[in-house]
């Protein structure tokens, strides 16, 4: 009998972003993505319910939320259905632009109902300027794009250097040896496992870096896990728990502002995971990645959390760690939902030494705003328009970061918007960019390459 000469269709390759990972290490890279997220989840939470005078059982409360409410987020950015979510590798988290809003709402403006009505209204605007914002791609060609990813990475900056001092500057031991010692063994062991590691091992530098970090610190007595036996091992999420919404004017139109910071700098990130990863970001993908955070805003309204956005630092992990996959930054968002489900085990993770997490932050930061110059260097420097676009969008993104005060005497709603570094530099670059390459912005119409 003759072999058959009939031929199979060669199947399309899968794009690394939708590409699934053995279960083991795609465990291992969502526990890495985990760690990083997992300080900035859970300040935000304790930043607003002690500013407006909850109590401890209400601020754990608001924390188990927070997780659950992130994983929820999470999946919908990640997975994705229908019109929402960008399917990329994007951590959501509660936004720190929402937190001086949601303090101001809740000490003058109706308490916590009217603390979650304006949060659930901001969502459904978001969602309703979802569209419009997938317009803008025109505007953001290499020196817009190359800039504000300079900016994201080098205004992250300050915040790993404060994690690995202790964070708190205040604090007695802010910067202490101990707290250096610890940050310099992360950094040390991340800088060194990725270096000279391979496969898996080089893929989750952070997280090996993070562990070996906390194990000296548990020897030196800088490791707390005393508190964990406190935490109850089951909680469930009670949605409205403060109570039916109010819906005050004042309070929307507060924050409703801030999610218009929210969606620029959520719109900067696409980009950023676009470049890294490979996938062209049209205007589809950034509308339904808006709907999804508008989405989100609204189911965290409803869940006792804030305004949710994508997480900078875990950009940058999916740069320093070169891993594509959406479905492991999914995993996390799962495991997210089971640390919001058993506070034992959220304890175990908030029980992590600061420096340590600030030792590896401060690499990863670093990596957004080298993916930022690489972009840059496609860029025609010998146009004296593009340098000068760089030069004012950066120096414009790091006042803040140079003078933190620097626009405390304006009103709050101008501060808001100006006290974001990232905000102020991406739009600094768009404007120039629109009156001075108005020819070049024309012809935009491709994605930067990718090398």
């Given at each position: ?7 199979h ?10 590409a699934?990972?053995?279960?083991g290490?795609?465990l291992?890279?969502?526990?890495q ?8 989840a859970?300040s935000?939470p304790?930043?607003v ?15 188990s939320?927070?997780l659950?409410a ?10 994705g ?7 990329l ?15 101001l ?9 009217a ?5 659930i209204a ?23 794009m ?37 940050a310099?063994?992360s950094l ?19 997280l ?6 906390t194990g ?6 800088k490791?707390?896990?005393?508190k ?15 109570g039916?919404?109010v819906?005050d004017?004042?309070?929307i ?12 700098e ?5 980009f950023a995971?676009?470049e ?20 989100s ?5 409803f ?5 949710y956005?994508?997480?900078n630092a875990n ?7 070169g891993?594509k996959s959406?479905?492991?930054v999914a995993t ?10 058993f ?37 025609d420097l010998n ?8 030069a004012a969008?950066?120096g414009m993104g ?12 304006l009103?709050?709603?101008?501060k808001m ?6 905000t ?7 404007v ?5 390459n ?8 491709s994605?930067?390459p990718v090398?």
């Amino acid at each position: 009998m003759k072999p058959s000469n009939t031929t199979h269709p060669q199947q399309p390759p899968v794009h690394p972003v939708d590409a699934w990972l053995p279960p083991g290490r795609n465990l291992l890279l969502a526990f890495q993505h985990l760690l990083v997220m997992y300080a900035a989840a859970v300040s935000i939470p304790i930043v607003v319910g002690n500013a407006i005078g909850l109590d401890r059982e209400q601020i754990v409360m608001l924390i188990s939320a927070d997780l659950f409410a992130c994983g929820i987020a999470t999946l919908i950015q990640t997975v994705g259905f229908w019109k929402f979510g960008v399917r990329l590798p994007l951590i959501q988290g509660c936004s720190f632009v929402a937190v001086a809003p949601m303090i101001l709402i809740g000490k003058e403006h109706g308490g916590m109902p009217a603390v979650y009505g304006a949060t659930i209204a901001a969502g459904i605007f978001c969602m309703l300027m979802a569209p419009l914002f997938g317009k803008i791609r025109r505007f953001f060609p290499p020196v817009v794009m190359g800039t504000t990813i300079l900016v994201i990475g080098l205004s992250l900056l300050p915040i790993g250097v404060r994690w690995a001092a202790g964070g708190a500057p205040k604090a007695p031991d802010f910067g202490s040896v101990s707290n250096l010692t610890l940050a310099a063994i992360s950094l040390i062991s991340v800088l060194l496992i990725y270096g000279f590691g391979r496969g898996l091992v080089r893929n989750t530098a952070v997280l090996l870096g993070l562990l070996i970090g906390t194990g000296v610190a548990l020897l030196m007595g800088k490791a707390d896990f005393s508190k964990v036996a406190d935490e109850n091992w089951f909680a469930f999420v009670t949605p409205l728990a403060f109570g039916m919404p109010v819906f005050d004017p004042v309070a929307i139109i507060l924050t409703c502002v801030a999610m218009m910071v929210i969606i620029t700098e959520v719109t900067a990130d696409f980009f950023a995971v676009g470049e890294m990863v490979g996938k062209e970001i049209d205007d589809n993908k950034i509308a339904n990645g808006l709907r999804a955070d508008g989405l989100s805003t609204v189911i965290g309204g409803f869940l006792n959390t804030f305004p949710y956005c994508a997480y900078n630092a875990n950009v940058g992990l999916v740069a320093m760690s070169g891993v594509k996959s959406r479905w492991v930054v999914a995993t996390t968002g799962v495991l997210l939902l089971i640390l919001g489900l058993f506070p034992k085990l959220a304890g175990v993770f908030a029980s992590m030494p600061l420096p340590v997490l600030g030792g590896a932050a401060i690499v990863m930061f670093a990596m957004i705003a080298t993916t930022g110059l690489r972009i840059l260097s496609k860029v025609d420097l010998n146009n004296g328009n593009n340098t000068l676009i760089i030069a004012a969008s950066l120096g414009m993104g790091m006042v803040t970061v140079a003078a933190p005060s620097f626009y405390d005497q304006l009103g709050s709603t101008a501060k808001m918007f100006l006290h974001s570094g990232i905000t102020t530099g991406c739009i600094t670059a768009i404007v120039l960019n629109a009156l001075l390459n108005r020819k070049q912005r024309e012809a935009v119409a491709s994605p930067v390459p990718v090398v």
